[in-house]
C-alpha cells in the first residue's frame, strides 16, 4: 500500500502571509487613497462618517453597503483597508506582543483600584463598572474625566474626554471639586469633557456615531457611557422584548468596542445591578445587560457600599485578574484610598 504523502502536500499548501503593521500614518489617509474609491463613492461615504481608511477597515459590510448600495463592492472596499492597514491576516505574535506594549492606562487616581486593574482603565478596551444605586459608578466616570486630563506621569494622557450621559446625573460642580483637588484649573478641566445627554437607546446609539468623529478630530482618550442599559430597560420591557433589547444593545456594545479598538480609546460604561428572581444559590445580584454585556466588555468592575462613604470594589468574570478586592472612599476631592 502506497504511504499517503502527507508531507509533500503539506509543503504545496501556500503560504500563510504574516505582515507587520504599517506605520499608524496609513490608516489616516483619505478614503479616496484607497484603490476602487473615486470622488462619488469617497463623497458619500465621507456624508457619513468614514474619512479614513482606518474608518473603513474597521466598518461592517452592511455598514458600507448601505452606503453605496453594493455589498459586494462594500467587502472588496473594507478588504482593501484592511489588507493596507496589514489587518487582514495573521499578524506575527510579536506584533500582539507590540501592541501589548503600546496600551496605555489611565489611573483612577485610587493607588487600590489601579493595583486592581493592573495600573487603570485600558485604552482600546470597554470597560464595564457595575454595582448598586449609590454604589460610587457616576462618580467613577466623574474622576476618570479627570484624570485623563492630567500628563502621563501623573496618571493621566494629557487627553479630553466625552461623555454620554443617559440618567441626567453628570454634574459640572463635582468636576471642578475634582479638579481642584488635582491642581487642574477648573474652568479648563470642563472645556475637556465633551458632554451630551442620551434621550433614548436610539439617540444614545447616535450619540457613539457622533463621538467616533469627534475623537477623530480631537485628542480624545476616553469614551464613557452612564448607564449603558437604563434606556434599553425602559423601552423593551418584559421578557417578551428580550430578544430585540438584547440585539439593539449587541449593536451598541459592538459600536463601543470598535471606537475602543479603532482609536485605542478607553471605553468605559456603567451597569446597574439587578436581583435576579432565578437565583437561589450564590450571589443573586446580577449586573444588568446579560451576556451581551458579559462578553463584550474587556474589563468588569464590580462595585459595592460598605459603611458610610466606604466602597469595595473587585475584578469580575475576568480569567486573568485574581479575585482580589480593593477599598477606597468617596470625599468632597473624588475617589480616594
Ligand atoms: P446609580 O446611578 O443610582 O445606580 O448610582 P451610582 O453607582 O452612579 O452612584 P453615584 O456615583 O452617584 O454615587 C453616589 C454616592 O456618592 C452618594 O451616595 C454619596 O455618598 C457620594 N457622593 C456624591 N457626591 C459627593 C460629594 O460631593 N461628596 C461626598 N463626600 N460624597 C459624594
Ligand atoms: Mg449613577
Redesign the pocket.
Known amino acids: 500500500m502506497p504511504r499517503p504523502k502527507k508531507r509533500e502536500e503539506a509543503q504545496e499548501e501556500p503560504e500563510v502571509e504574516v505582515v507587520e503593521r504599517p506605520a499608524a500614518g496609513q490608516a489616516e489617509l483619505d478614503v479616496e487613497e484607497l484603490e476602487g474609491i473615486g470622488k462619488v463613492t469617497g463623497q458619500k461615504l465621507k456624508e457619513r462618517g468614514y474619512y479614513t481608511v482606518r474608518d473603513l477597515a474597521f466598518a461592517s459590510v452592511k455598514e458600507i453597503a448601505d452606503i453605496i448600495g453594493n455589498e459586494e463592492r462594500a467587502v472588496q472596499i473594507i478588504e482593501a483597508a484592511r489588507s493596507m492597514l496589514g489587518l487582514s491576516g495573521f499578524i506575527s505574535a510579536l506584533d500582539v506582543y507590540r501592541r501589548r506594549v503600546n496600551i496605555k492606562r489611565i489611573s483612577t487616581g485610587v493607588r487600590s483600584l489601579d493595583e486592581l486593574l493592573n495600573g487603570g482603565v485600558e485604552t482600546g478596551a470597554v470597560t464595564e463598572v457595575a ?12 474622576q476618570l474625566a479627570v484624570m485623563v486630563q492630567l500628563p502621563e506621569d501623573r496618571g493621566g494622557l494629557s487627553a479630553k474626554a466625552i461623555y454620554i450621559d443617559t ?1 441626567n ?1 453628570f ?1 459640572p460642580e ?1 468636576i471642578t ?1 475634582m479638579a481642584r483637588a488635582r491642581s487642574l484649573d477648573p474652568d479648563q478641566a470642563l472645556k475637556n469633557i465633551y458632554y451630551a445627554r442620551a434621550y433614548s437607546s436610539d439617540h444614545q446609539m447616535i450619540l457613539v456615531e457622533q463621538a467616533r468623529r469627534i475623537i477623530k478630530q480631537d485628542n480624545v482618550k476616553l469614551l464613557m457611557v ?2 449603558i442599559v437604563a434606556h434599553f430597560r425602559a423601552e423593551f420591557p418584559g421578557r417578551e422584548n428580550l430578544a430585540e433589547r438584547q440585539q439593539k444593545l449587541n449593536k451598541h456594545i459592538a459600536d463601543l468596542l470598535k471606537v475602543a479598538d479603532a482609536y485605542d480609546v478607553a471605553v468605559v460604561v ?1 451597569n ?1 445591578v439587578m436581583a435576579q428572581p432565578d437565583v437561589f444559590f450564590g450571589n443573586p445580584l446580577r449586573p444588568a445587560g446579560g451576556n451581551v454585556l458579559a462578553h463584550g466588555a474587556t474589563y468588569r468592575l464590580w ?1 459595592r457600599k460598605s459603611k458610610e ?1 466606604i466602597r469595595i470594589a473587585k475584578i469580575f468574570d475576568s480569567p486573568y485578574h485574581p479575585e482580589r478586592e480593593a477599598t477606597f472612599k ?3 476631592d473624588g475617589l480616594t484610598d
Open positions: 454595582g448598586e444605586f449609590g454604589a460610587g459608578k457616576t462618580q467613577f466616570c466623574h440618567e446625573t454634574r463635582r471639586q452612564d448607564s456603567t446597574q462595585l462613604n468617596i470625599t468632597e
